[in-house]
């Protein structure tokens, strides 16, 4: 049947149903970049830890400070202090991939996947295996952003174009 050039409106319940898929979608994009900010948070947690000689650290946080923690508790006040620093770097970085995760930057997801697989990569070859397999979901969890932006965006595309009526005069 032809339509004439004549278009009907979405049903509510239709448009109430897309409505519901994008929060869904929304909220997997949003539980999916704040996983930067988990990884930045214990980073710094797992850093402090070792530069003050406790033998605990969590397995969240990036292996690369954790090794350069190691190494400047070793070398002594300046080993810390170049310690902390690359710790605040890398803690900075990982929650600025958060922030523009969050605005929806899919190149930020990318980025941060391969940065986290490459630590993960250093933690097979210290043998830390549990801390390398717990990168494995991260980076699963943060590849669920990439999903949701590509589940948005054609979302964004199905979208009616709102039409503007012209008074008429």
Same mark, same amino acid.
């Given at each position: #049947?032809?339509?004439?050039? !004549?278009?009907?409106?979405?049903?509510?319940?239709?448009?109430?149903? $897309?409505?519901?898929?994008? *929060?869904? &979608?929304?909220?997997?994009?949003?539980?999916?970049?704040? &996983? /930067?900010?988990?990884?930045?948070? /214990?980073?710094?947690?797992?850093?402090? @830890?070792?530069?003050?000689?406790?033998?605990? $650290? /969590?397995?969240?946080? #990036?292996? %690369?400070?954790? !090794? %350069?923690?190691?190494?400047g508790q070793r070398a002594g006040g300046a080993g810390v202090m170049a310690a902390l620093v690359v710790t605040a770097f890398v803690a900075g970085l990982c929650g600025l991939?958060?922030? =523009?995760?969050? $605005?929806?930057?899919? &190149?930020?997801?990318? !980025?941060? #996947?391969?940065?986290?697989?490459?630590?993960?990569?250093?933690?097979?070859? @210290?043998?830390? /295996?549990?801390?390398?397999?717990?990168?494995? &979901?991260?980076?699963?969890?943060?590849?669920?952003?990439?999903?949701? *932006?590509?589940?948005?965006?054609? =979302?964004?595309? #199905?979208?009616? !174009?709102?039409?503007?009526?012209?008074?008429?005069?």
């Amino acid at each position: #049947m032809e339509t004439l050039g !004549v278009g009907t409106a979405p049903s509510p319940s239709s448009e109430n149903a $897309r409505a519901a898929e994008r *929060l869904a &979608w929304e909220q997997r994009l949003n539980g999916s970049a704040k &996983w /930067f900010y988990w990884i930045a948070a /214990f980073s710094v947690v797992n850093a402090g @830890l070792t530069v003050s000689g406790a033998n605990l $650290r /969590f397995i969240i946080g #990036m292996g %690369v400070t954790d !090794v %350069v923690a190691a190494i400047g508790q070793r070398a002594g006040g300046a080993g810390v202090m170049a310690a902390l620093v690359v710790t605040a770097f890398v803690a900075g970085l990982c929650g600025l991939f958060g922030y =523009l995760g969050l $605005r929806k930057h899919v &190149w930020v997801f990318w !980025v941060g #996947m391969l940065l986290y697989a490459l630590d993960g990569a250093i933690l097979l070859l @210290l043998q830390d /295996f549990l801390s390398a397999a717990f990168h494995g &979901w991260v980076l699963f969890n943060l590849f669920q952003g990439v999903k949701a *932006l590509k589940h948005l965006k054609a =979302l964004d595309a #199905m979208s009616p !174009v709102p039409v503007t009526a012209k008074p008429i005069a």
